[in-house]
């Protein structure tokens, strides 16, 4: 099991820039893909950025280019650099983990996706 938490969210003026911070606890060396979501108010929550595991990041096409996601597998610790913010990027933003679990007593496994929190990005105009 692991333990998700975000934080850096706040006020930044639209082209503005803000990082965000997800910190994994728990059984962190069996996290195989972690991603940040975002969901703006009366919408769905979408992808903004993963990294699966042994591969590099990969974005939503309305943020590439302006957002930077990496990941430090030794402690855990996930960052999305976000670079000239957007109004329409005012969303509680979400990171998750997928996490490899044992089944029982078995060798069976299974995969949880774990999801924080989230903290707020608010992007004035």
């Known amino acids: 099991q692991v333990q998700l938490v975000e934080s850096g969210g706040g006020l930044v003026q639209d082209g503005g820039s803000l990082t965000l911070s997800c910190v994994a606890s728990?059984?962190?060396?069996?996290?195989?893909?972690v991603a940040w979501y975002r969901q703006a108010p009366g919408q769905s929550r979408e992808l903004v950025a993963r990294?699966?595991?042994?591969?590099?990041?990969q974005y939503a096409d309305s943020v590439k280019g302006r957002f930077s996601m990496s990941r430090d597998n030794t402690n855990g610790t996930t960052l999305l650099q976000m670079n000239t913010l957007k109004p329409e990027g005012t969303a509680v933003y979400y990171c998750?983990?997928?996490?490899?679990?044992?089944?029982?007593?078995?060798?069976?496994?299974?995969?949880?996706?774990?999801w924080g929190e989230g903290t707020l990005v608010t992007v004035s105009s």
């Open positions: 728990g059984t962190i060396d069996r996290i195989s893909n």
């Open positions: 998750s983990a997928d996490c490899h679990e044992d089944v029982g007593d078995s060798d069976a496994m299974k995969v949880v996706e774990y």
């Open positions: 990294i699966l595991y042994g591969g590099s990041p």
